[in-house]
């Protein structure tokens, strides 16, 4: 496998996982289930590493939020 289509993969689960998180958080609040003090340092660690290191998020960011010139 070429090695950027892989690191596309990561990055696109590197987006995908701490959003899926969140839906996950959330869903448990509204139903009442206990939320782990695991998941909210594993929602923040996953925010923290998509918005320092994931280059396919920072493109996208920069593609939707950047000013135009």
């Known amino acids: 496998m070429d090695y950027y289509k892989l690191m596309l993969y990561v990055n696109i689960l ?12 959330i869903a448990n609040l509204i ?8 998941t909210v340092v594993i929602l923040a ?3 923290a590493v998509m ?6 998020f920072q493109e ?8 135009e010139k």
């Open 14 to 25: 590197g987006i995908c996982l701490p959003i899926a998180l969140t839906y996950l958080v």
């Open 45 to 47: 660690f996953g925010y």
């Open 51 to 56: 918005i320092k290191w994931n280059t396919l």
């Open 31 to 38: 139903i009442g289930q206990p939320i782990y003090p695991s």
């Open 60 to 67: 996208l960011w920069q593609k939707w939020f950047g000013k």
